[in-house]
């Protein structure tokens, strides 16, 4: 299966990870994807240890299934390439600051007067436009202007981040979505468009419940831990070997729970009746859960709550679930040769998106400027030799 997009072609003109991140779902379901680096790279290559040749983690965990082509936007020459490619491409990716690609000379406005069927996507921190639209941003930042970092963490500590850059990728989501929803758009038009992504949009977006908890109340949200601020019990739980976690917010699972002997004197107890009423009384509740847990191992109760088919898991460490077998069995994972023709293989997410995705060879992740010649031959760009 060739994949959706093919015959699609996306200049990627983005670094870090919100961008890239994009550019890689649109190669995995058949775009043919040209990652543009300046020349001195994409400066995720940089970030490390670990190191595999010249690059680090987050460039070998985002970027297959691309062709890496250099040019230099400050030089005439760069810039005359890049208006070339535009003219030729179906997709135009960048996630500078806003006004930056305008500074290049390459903008919206420059590449559409050469393709009027382009669709450029802009993804930033703060959106084309708005009192933040300038300032620089990272998935921090991000995490923490929008009210995700005060929501996370234990209630007497300090805010946290999420330990997965959660703003990237979702801004990254965002903006494949809306380029595969102005792919089809155009088929029925014939015209392109702009697409501006903000990641702090993204964000707001994905506190949904949060956000309607305040358009309720009126009150902010207290940290919870890993305690659901809705429903109780939902959070994790220490045993005699190590934490898991359950969910018993609804009422049968409760009652399911309490067919277990331990548990069985819990549930006539008043203040426990309901999910409302185990939400309000929730710390001497998960109190008492935890004395039980804490009498056997870990095993033991996944084991019994399993049987009764209660939402329950183990807090794995990263390299426990890397060896589930569930993944091998699902295909969950992938290698890629990293660098290029080394025979060094890596480890890196697969494609939730399989089903949909291109089964034709994976492209691994590209040295800086692999594929110039190769895309300016196909392009038809000449250079000074």
Same mark, same amino acid.
């Given at each position: 299966m060739a994949g959706a997009l093919e015959g699609t072609v996306v200049l990627d003109m983005t670094q870090a990870l919100s961008g890239p991140f994009c550019g890689m779902v649109l190669g995995d379901i058949g775009a043919d994807v040209i990652k543009i680096e300046l020349p001195d790279g994409d400066g995720v290559r940089r970030w490390g240890p670990p190191f595999s040749g010249d690059s680090g983690p987050t460039y070998i965990g985002f970027n297959r299934n691309k062709r890496s082509?250099?040019?230099?936007?400050?030089?005439?020459?760069?810039?005359?390439?890049?208006?070339?490619?535009?003219?030729?491409?179906?997709?135009?990716?960048?996630?500078?600051?806003?006004?930056?690609?305008?500074?290049?000379?390459?903008?919206?406005?420059?590449?559409?007067s050469h393709n009027s069927k382009l669709i450029y996507c802009a993804i930033s921190g703060y959106g084309q436009q708005g009192p933040l639209a300038k300032q620089p941003a990272m998935d921090l930042m991000i995490q923490a202007i929008s009210g995700m970092m005060s929501l996370t963490g234990e209630p007497d500590g300090r805010p946290v981040k999420a330990a997965c850059p959660?703003?990237?990728?979702?801004?990254?989501?965002?903006a494949a979505f809306s380029i595969l929803a102005a792919v089809r758009e155009r088929d029925r038009t014939g015209h392109g468009r702009m697409i501006d992504v903000s990641m702090l949009d993204a964000m707001i977006t994905m506190l949904g419940q949060s956000v309607s908890a305040v358009g309720i109340s009126g009150e902010a949200p207290e940290r919870q831990g890993n305690a659901h601020q809705l429903m109780a019990p939902y959070q994790s739980f220490r045993t005699a070997s190590r934490e898991i976690v359950i969910s018993l917010a609804i009422q049968k699972r409760w009652e399911l729970l309490c067919t277990l002997p331990e548990f069985a004197?819990?549930?006539?107890?008043?203040?426990?009746?309901?999910?409302?009423?185990?939400?309000?009384?929730?710390?001497?509740?998960?109190?008492?859960?935890?004395?039980?847990?804490?009498?056997?191992?870990?095993?033991?109760? %996944?084991?019994?709550?399993?049987?009764? @088919?209660?939402?329950? $898991?183990? #807090?794995?460490?990263?390299?426990? *679930?890397?060896?589930?077998?569930?993944?091998?069995?699902?295909?969950?994972?992938?290698?890629?040769?990293?660098?290029?023709?080394?025979?060094?293989?890596?480890?890196?997410?697969?494609?939730?998106?399989?089903?949909?995705?291109?089964?034709?060879? %994976?492209?691994?992740?590209?040295?800086? @400027?692999?594929?110039? $010649?190769? #895309?300016?031959?196909?392009?038809? *760009?000449?250079?000074?030799?």
């Open positions: 082509a250099v040019v230099d936007l400050h030089t005439a020459e760069g810039k005359s390439a890049f208006i070339t490619l535009a003219a030729k491409a179906d997709v135009v990716i960048e996630n500078f600051r806003p006004g930056t690609m305008d500074r290049f000379g390459v903008g919206y406005e420059t590449l559409r959660i703003s990237d990728l979702m801004g990254g989501f965002v004197h819990l549930l006539p107890r008043e203040e426990y009746k309901t999910q409302p009423l185990r939400n309000k009384n929730r710390v001497e509740l998960c109190r008492q859960i935890e004395e039980i847990f804490m009498r056997r191992h870990a095993e033991h109760w %996944l084991s019994e709550l399993n049987r009764l @088919g209660l939402p329950v $898991a183990p #807090v794995n460490s990263l390299p426990e *679930i890397l060896a589930d077998p569930h993944l091998a069995q699902r295909g969950t994972l992938m290698e890629v040769e990293y660098p290029p023709g080394s025979g060094t293989r890596i480890k890196v997410p697969g494609m939730p998106w399989r089903d949909v995705a291109s089964t034709q060879a %994976l492209r691994n992740p590209p040295a800086i @400027g692999q594929h110039t $010649a190769e #895309v300016f031959q196909q392009f038809g *760009i000449q250079t000074e030799k």
